[in-house]
T-cell receptor
């Protein structure tokens, strides 16, 4: 069975600063994918970044980077230079061989001006 | 076209009503998904269709009935729902089922059962 854990229900960050959102996972699948999504209050699920389990390098997409530590089973999201529009719920998710995408409990991020 | 379109955006229905949610994509994706999301909770997988066949049913009550008429369209038929079924229903699609495929989500249907 797969499991995703996000231990930070809520986070605050000052505008223009960097913030790290934590995610740990557990799976018995030999290959898997890790995803981060942003969900504003409007409800749409916005894809941010993807890391495959066999990728040697950490994924980066603009201001988003994924700190992947396979041995520790962690996949933390780093947002650099936070903006007011980054305020939202953030979900870590993973899939495996079945194709099921399962989500962690989410972290609410609030960016302060 | 890189979107998943869900209609309606909002739906209010009585417990004796029958209604349907619609999801459409034209990206050639062969896997489609229904998720249910309660407020401040993560999305929970309900159904997965792969090549127009139901491949995963996460023990969803029979008052929710999925249908995949063709590779672009996914419906969720609703009948005799309960107030606790009020939630955001998200549809997603991917090129296939498996590790290497990303998912595209629709913007959801906010369902209220009265």
């Amino acid at each position: 069975a797969q499991k995703i854990t996000q231990t930070q229900p809520g986070m605050f960050v000052q505008e223009k600063e960097a913030v790290t959102l934590d995610c740990t996972y557990d799976t018995s699948d030999p290959s898997y994918g890790l995803f981060w999504y942003k969900q504003p209050s409007s409800g749409e699920m916005i894809f941010l970044i993807y890391q495959g389990s066999y990728d040697q390098q950490n994924a980066t997409e603009g201001r988003y980077s994924l700190n992947f530590q396979k041995a520790r089973k962690s996949a933390n999201l780093v947002i650099s230079a936070s903006q007011l529009g980054d305020s939202a719920m953030y979900f870590c998710a993973m899939n495996g061989n079945t194709g099921k995408l399962i989500f962690g409990q989410g972290t609410t991020l609030q960016v302060k001006p | 076209d890189t979107e998943v379109t869900q209609t309606p955006k909002h739906l209010v229905m009585g417990m004796t009503n029958k209604k349907s949610l619609k999801c459409e994509q034209h990206m050639g994706h062969r896997a489609m998904y229904w998720y249910k999301q309660k407020a401040k909770k993560p999305p929970e997988l309900m159904f997965v269709y792969s090549y127009e066949k139901l491949s995963i049913n996460e023990s969803v009550p029979s008052r929710f009935s999925p249908e995949c008429p063709n590779s672009s369209l996914l419906n969720l038929h609703l009948h005799a729902l309960q107030p606790e079924d009020s939630a955001l229903y998200l549809c997603a699609s991917s090129q296939g089922q498996g590790v290497d495929y990303g998912y595209t989500f629709g913007s959801g249907t906010r369902l209220t059962v009265v």
